[in-house]
């Protein structure tokens, strides 16, 4: 009889990978090679602070008296309404990062069959502004904003020079996943 083990006889491991470190938290433990865990861990963050958001800015408008509207079509409505500047199509696409044209579009025609936006034709362009019933739901979102976010975020000792920080390395870093992505596409 051999002392060689039968490889169908030893549990096979999931994925051969290093070691975790103890201090992070991930959501795809097989993404997060040698050098990839930092990368990672920040991703399951960004899940989960997007969910977050979109959960908070769909409450934070029912709150503000109007339900039914998905967080891409608030989004939407709050660019919009961004400096009172009528904006096209192309412009919320690219302020929003937004590749997909046709959601944003179907989200501009849900906006104004609920009376929030409106759009004005000059030459071939649609401009779209925000209505006065926009406006007014604009405003008091911002008003509960204040009470429910704004104020609690006070209580948190350095947060408005940490969320600026904060604010620009997200920006830095959503280049880096585009690149990435214009990479990956090309493979």
Known sequence: ?????????????????????????????????????????????????????????????????????????ILVLHHIYHRSRKKRLSDICFQLNIEDTHTVNYALKKLQKAKLIEGEKVGKELFYSVTEQGSALCDKYREVREQC????????????????????????????????SRAASSL
């Open 1 to 73: 009889m051999s002392d060689q083990k039968n490889p169908q006889d030893t549990p096979a491991k999931p994925h051969d990978m290093p070691a975790k470190p103890r201090d992070m938290i991930v959501s795809s433990r097989h993404l997060a090679t040698e050098e990839g865990w930092p990368s990672s861990e920040f991703e399951y963050g960004l899940i989960l602070a997007y969910n977050g958001f979109a959960r908070w800015m769909g409450r934070c408008t029912v709150a503000a008296g109007y339900s039914g509207l998905t967080t891409l079509e």
């Open 149 to 180: 976010l704004v104020e609690s975020l006070k209580h948190i000792e350095n947060m408005p020079k940490d969320l600026h920080e904060t604010a620009t390395v997200l920006r830095t870093l959503s280049g880096l996943y585009d690149q990435a």
